[in-house]
């Protein structure tokens, strides 16, 4: 319907027109007078409904006036009006609209009304695409500036780094879109990332430790000014057993476990559970984790941590580390009175990854749980609201990343106060990330008179030098050598032609070790791990993928789907620490680790707490540079080295010359004017030396029977036959046929080469030893033994001073004839 009039249609159903006006709806206008007929009742009635009409716009002007408030002062109820256009709605809609013929009184009207209303009202749609088409143009405007002032910045040669964070794209529209104030809210919160670690990746998917957020250390505190509540740290008491072990028998012990100790009267160390003296609560979960007996490193730090004393243990990956401190820390926290609200916790556990971590928390749970210690684990990535309540509700031991404790230190979640038992676990780890500054500020912000463990595999000088800032009068307990493999991992070496038959050797032998148990493959580069588990997955296995890519949600999810369900695991070195799954049998090195020490960890994986393992090692040609270090590995531990493994690293360079150094042939001539050098006699002391002095005349007296041997045979001095003549006279002279009487006449009788002296200081040294293990067993008197070793060492002491005379007084009479 066109806009700006209405139909109506009166009583007596005459057609009317009703046009607008600015006071109002003029009245119907009729047809001419001579279209009509006269009608007396018609006329009287339309004069009645105008009056009606017009009463009613009266009465709606002045409500309107009164701002919709009764003319009497009273609420009136508001009156529906009634407009001619609802009778109409009635009507059907195919009915043609009326077009007032041009020209006409009608159209003049309406078009006067229509300017009218567009001078008093704007249509609120035409004013908004007005602003649009407004905004469109200032932005195009912009934009076209801003292309202008970058043409001349590259004209005039300027940088172009301050329009990266302008950007030239629509702001209205980038704000709307989630994508974009995602990120633009990430860009603007950088410092509140969930993130202690900032990970760089190289081309591979590696993670390098390149750089980490920077965490500043927790500051310095005056533990002057702090009064400490007193604490007991000494829960450990001997064993009957262990106390009648004389002290040639805790040698023999530590010999056998491969132990080496150092430190001020270290305790002995034990052969069973029972030794150790905990509650039968703990000895139940120790008895339903299946282990057997104590290993090395725990038969000795348990004993030194029960005692009150710092360790430094130092031991081979899956040597039983995590519960040498975890069941030391029970007992510690259960002598300790109960949390107060805001107490921190008593025992902090410190690792490098949040992969150890987490491990640790598995572990510690599992013993916590039968004593209701409440254990809250915090490492970066995951939720720190969680992490913060689950510190504020009150934790008795606590496993955490440095980076993350530091922060919910500075943010009052936690606090140190109540610290007496201190861990770090894998330290040298935590010193090659950069945690130094870290470690140190905790262990400063702790009470100087806890307690403090360390535990690593490989221990460096400078890691040793921090150790001994941190530690006070530790007991050093050393497994073996440092950084050497695990002896109980029997590692096998195969060396293949090239990638196919690494992956053909895969697939022959991937069914066999997954049925004796789970299977851990270790791939250096992230895409090849992503190559190597699609393959597997076309070959209907069904493995596990885990790389640095992941976020730590899907590593967690991935890691306990490979603890329940799978026994397949594709992984990089991401999991080469901290990873304690006992199921783990078999470890493939599909391919090789970046450095031995990283090989080491890997094949750690398996063999745990004293298990056997397997793991295996595909090498190729273009590996020759790491298959010198496969080999001392295999030799520190004992194992046979491969004559393939063997020859491939004799094509390595530093491996040939390391194994040719101690050789007497001449080494390759390196350069000009370089010459072999060659190793000049070693001279002989004592008696030979001297019978060589005393039989120097009789020697020069036979080469001049040689020489004229040489002249009377051939008249001339020629060096051939000089040397068969010397080689001759020497051979005649020294041999003699078994039946000659003369021979047998002139043999001495066999004596014994030792020297008369030397003898006697043997003999007064043995007898020494056995009167100190003498007094030893029979529980000789302190002093009197003092006394007697004295005595016993004066009289050692002169008769060696008498000795060396008498020795050098006949060299002397040797050289003065």
Not at 210 to 221: A, E, F, N
Not at 547 to 559: F, P, S, W
Not at 619 to 632: N, P, T
Not at 725 to 734: G, L, Q
């Amino acid at each position: 319907m066109r806009r700006g009039f209405v139909y109506s249609k009166p009583s007596d159903f005459e057609p009317t027109v009703r046009f607008p006006t600015a006071a109002g709806f003029m009245g119907a206008v009729p047809p001419p007078a001579q279209l009509t007929i006269p009608n007396a009742a018609a006329v009287a009635s339309d004069a009645v409904t105008k009056d009606l009409e017009r009463k009613k716009e009266e009465q709606y002007d002045a409500l309107m006036s009164n701002g919709g408030k009764s003319t009497t002062g009273k609420p009136e109820p508001r009156k529906k009006k009634i407009y001619d256009d609802e009778y109409l709605e009635k009507d059907s809609d195919d009915e043609l609209e009326y077009q007032p013929v041009p020209g006409s009184p009608g159209a003049n009207a309406v078009s006067a009304s229509d300017d009218a209303n567009d001078d008093e009202e704007e249509d609120p749609l035409d004013a908004f695409m007005a602003g649009v088409d407004k905004q469109a143009k200032q932005d195009k405007a912009e934009s076209e500036r801003k292309d202008k002032e970058r043409c001349v910045k590259i004209e005039k040669g300027a940088t172009l780094e301050e329009d990266k964070d302008k950007g030239l794209g629509r702001a209205d529209i980038d704000d709307e879109d989630m994508q974009e104030s995602y990120f633009k809210f990430m860009e603007e919160h950088k410092t509140n990332t969930l993130e202690d670690e900032i990970y760089e990746y190289d081309e591979d998917g590696n993670i390098i430790w390149t750089w980490k957020k920077v965490i500043d250390p927790l500051q310095s505190i005056d533990h002057t000014t702090v009064e400490y509540a007193p604490f007991n740290k000494n829960f450990y008491h001997e064993h009957e057993q262990i106390k009648s072990m004389t002290s040639i028998k805790v040698f023999e012990l530590r010999n056998s476990l491969n132990l080496k100790v150092a430190g001020f009267n270290p305790p002995k160390p034990v052969t069973a559970f029972a030794h150790f003296g905990f509650d039968e609560a703990l000895m139940n979960v120790i008895r339903k984790s299946e282990y057997e007996h104590p290993t090395p490193i725990q038969s000795q730090s348990i004993p030194a941590a029960l005692s009150g004393r710092d360790v430094l243990g130092i031991a081979k990956t899956g040597s039983g580390k995590t519960v040498a401190y975890l069941w030391p820390a029970i007992v510690h926290i259960m002598d300790q009175p109960d949390l107060k609200e805001g107490d921190g916790p008593i025992s902090l556990v410190i690792v490098p990854t949040r992969e150890l971590a987490l491990q640790v928390y598995q572990e510690a749970k599992r013993y916590c749980k039968v004593y209701n210690i409440n254990v809250v684990c915090a490492y970066g990535g995951g939720n720190k609201w969680e992490q913060q309540n689950a510190l504020t509700e009150g934790a008795e031991l606590v496993i955490a990343t440095p980076g993350r404790i530091i922060d919910l230190v500075k943010i009052n979640a936690t606090n140190f106060t109540r610290v007496t038992f201190l861990v770090f676990d894998e330290a040298d780890r935590m010193f090659d990330m950069g945690f130094e500054a870290q470690v140190q500020s905790i262990s400063d912000h702790i009470r100087p008179d806890r307690q403090c463990l360390m535990f690593s595999a490989t221990f460096k000088s400078k890691v040793e030098k921090l150790a001994r800032e941190a530690l006070t009068d530790p007991v050093r307990i050393v497994q073996g050598e440092v950084g050497e493999a695990n002896s109980d991992v029997i590692q096998t070496i195969e060396v293949l032609e090239n990638a196919d038959a690494k992956w053909q050797w895969l697939l022959n032998h991937l069914v066999k070790f997954s049925s004796v148990g789970k299977v851990l493959v270790f791939v250096t580069k992230k895409i090849h791990a992503e190559d190597v588990a699609n393959r597997l997955r076309m070959k209907d296995f069904k493995p596990i993928l885990l790389h640095g890519d992941m976020l730590q949600a899907e590593r967690n999810e991935k890691l306990q789907a490979f603890r329940k369900d799978a026994n397949i695991l594709v992984a990089t070195d991401v999991a080469a620490r901290g990873l304690d799954i006992p199921e783990i049998k078999t470890v493939i090195n599909f391919d090789l680790a970046r450095d031995i020490d990283t090989h080491v960890h890997r094949i750690g994986r398996t063999g745990r707490a004293g298990q056997k393992g397997c793991a295996y090692t595909l090498v190729q040609e273009s590996d020759k540079e790491m298959a010198g270090h496969l080999v001392r590995n295999l030799e520190s531990v004992n194992q046979i080295v491969p004559e393939p493994l063997l020859q491939l690293a004799m094509k390595s360079s530093w491996f040939r010359n390391s194994r040719e150094r101690g050789t007497n042939r001449p080494q390759q001539r390196l350069g000009l004017g370089y010459k072999p050098k060659t190793k000049n006699p070693r001279t002989d002391t004592g008696t030979t030396s001297i019978a060589r002095a005393l039989n120097f005349e009789e020697g020069q007296k036979k080469a001049t029977n040689v020489l004229d041997m040489a002249k009377a045979t051939d008249g001339s001095t020629n060096r051939l036959q000089a040397m068969k003549a010397a080689f001759k006279s020497s051979f005649s002279s020294t041999f003699r046929p078994s039946s000659s009487d003369e021979w047998a006449a002139s043999r001495a009788p066999a004596t014994d080469p030792t020297p008369e002296w030397k003898r006697k200081l043997e003999e007064a040294a043995e007898a020494v030893n056995r009167q100190v293990v003498a007094s030893i067993n029979s529980g000789f008197a302190t002093r009197e033994g003092i006394l007697l070793r004295q005595r016993m060492k004066t009289k050692i002491v002169i008769l060696m001073k008498e000795q060396i005379k008498m020795f050098y007084g006949q060299v002397g009479v040797v050289r003065s004839a």
